[in-house]
Nanobody, 120 residues
């Protein structure tokens, strides 16, 4: 069974840093671009960062210059390095991927979410 598993969330003071990790496991044939989303209380889920198979990246304006998305050597892992964190970054962060497996073909997957809390 394919799943995405996130780790690295926690509580940090404003100005601090956290690194989120997301690993795809199971029988995987191919992985398309991977992304990080976040959802704050009372708000819609929003795209934070995206990395294409080519390595090209894009970011939400609110995190440009502070967050960096990258993929591991095995290409089934994605990271989000978050620096200069602000209280407005407080949210549940979700990993997202489109991938292909022998049993389901291409479909989208979401991680279970990891809480990031930034205190002022």
């Amino acid at each position: 069974q394919v799943q995405l598993e996130e780790s690295g969330g926690g509580t940090v003071q404003a100005g601090g840093s956290l690194r989120l990790s997301c690993a795809a496991s199971g029988s995987i044939l191919s992985i398309n671009p991977m992304s990080w989303y976040r959802q704050a209380p009372g708000k819609q889920r929003e795209l934070v960062a995206h990395i294409a198979s080519s390595g090209a990246t894009n970011y939400a304006d609110s995190v440009k210059g502070r967050f960096t998305i990258s993929r591991g050597d095995a290409k089934n892992t994605v990271y989000l390095q978050m620096n200069s964190l602000k209280p407005d970054d407080t949210a549940v962060y979700y990993c997202y991927a489109q991938l292909s497996s022998p049993s389901t073909g291409w479909r989208t997957y979401w991680g279970q979410g990891t809480q990031v809390t930034v205190s002022s």
